[in-house]
């Protein structure tokens, strides 16, 4: 059959394929190193491992410090840039500065991975794994991360700044379309603000909950006020899971159920509103939370990747090569 088609029939399906090969090898793929760095995987969890276990809250800082590269300008490891005489960088932009951690965690997984195999895995890459294998170590699920992101050669503090990262005190809606314009379902956002069974926040971004809204435990309100006073404090951490602050589970929602949500943009999520079900449907079956967060994970690893010949490989994760 096919050998009566017209040639330009065959050539039309010859460049077809072609394309379709082309498009293929600009998207990401779970085995991109397999060939390039096989050991390069287990390098990045051997310095996760020891970070974490000095210090369990860096599992934490590192899962977000993946979420806040990925919706400015997407995972691009722009976040991880100094600030140069030709771009301010994101570091210092509101949602980052003074509250972001764990960069020197990733330069250190950086220059363990050079040593092993120069200039092959994207700091961008870096920043994914590190943020599985964080909540892999803290009890979360596991899945499999899609690789060959490559890395910004330039990064935007006002894009950092223009309000695609969320504030803390955002409402339903605010959430809802912010992680819309980024591909991601309102079931992806609640997954996602799962991450809040791990870490810490500042007075300063909890403070217009716990004095200003009125669906808050007041037992809990008040403990908060302790270490938060109304002008002063902005610094003082506390758990944003006050059950078990650094077990990646499914407390997060519990505490959501009894009004117990550290951010405005927490209880938001189980304030009468259209989500009031997905939390009560993760606090009662930790299983479906895994799962969907792992996919949500994986969608927002997604977030345009720069592949192929774009952007670069970097040497060292604070400066463009
Ligand atoms: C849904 C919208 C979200 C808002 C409004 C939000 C806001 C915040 C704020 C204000 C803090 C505390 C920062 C500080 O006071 O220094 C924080 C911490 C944190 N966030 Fe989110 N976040 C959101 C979603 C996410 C997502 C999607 C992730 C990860 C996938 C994430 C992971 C974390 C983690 C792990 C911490 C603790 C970090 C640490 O202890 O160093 N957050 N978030
Ligand atoms: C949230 O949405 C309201 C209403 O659309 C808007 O006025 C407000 O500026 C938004 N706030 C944030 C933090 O995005
Ligand atoms: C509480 O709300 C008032 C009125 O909107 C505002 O002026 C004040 O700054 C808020 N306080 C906090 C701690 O957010």
Known sequence: MASHHPIWITVVIVFVTALGWGSASAQLSTNFYSKSCPNGLSTVKSVVQSAVSKERRMGASLLRLFFHDCFVNGCDGSILLDDTSSFQGEKTAGPNSNSVRGYNVIDQIKSKVESACPGVISCADIVAIAARDSVVLL?????????GRRDART????????????????????????????GLSTRDMVALSGSHTIGQ????????????????????????????????????????????PTAFDNAYFKNLLSNKGLLRSDQ??????????????????????????ASAMIKMGDIKPLTGSQGEIRKICSKVN
């Open 139 to 147: 009890g979360g699920p596991s899945w499999e991360v899609k690789l």
């Open 155 to 182: 990064a935007s503090f006002s894009l950092a700044n223009s309000g695609a990262l969320p504030p803390p005190t955002s409402t339903l809606s605010n959430l809802t379309s912010l992680f819309q314009a980024q």
């Open 201 to 244: 926040a500042r007075c300063t971004s909890f403070r217009p909950h716990i004095y200003n809204d009125s669906n808050i435990d007041s037992a809990f309100r008040k403990t908060r006020q302790g270490q938060c006073p109304f002008g002063s404090g902005d610094n003082n951490p506390a758990p944003l899971d006050l059950r078990s």
């Open 268 to 293: 938001e999520l189980f304030n009468g509103g259209s989500t009031d079900s997905l939390v009560k449907t993760y606090s009662n079956n930790p299983k479906t939370f895994n799962s969907d967060f």
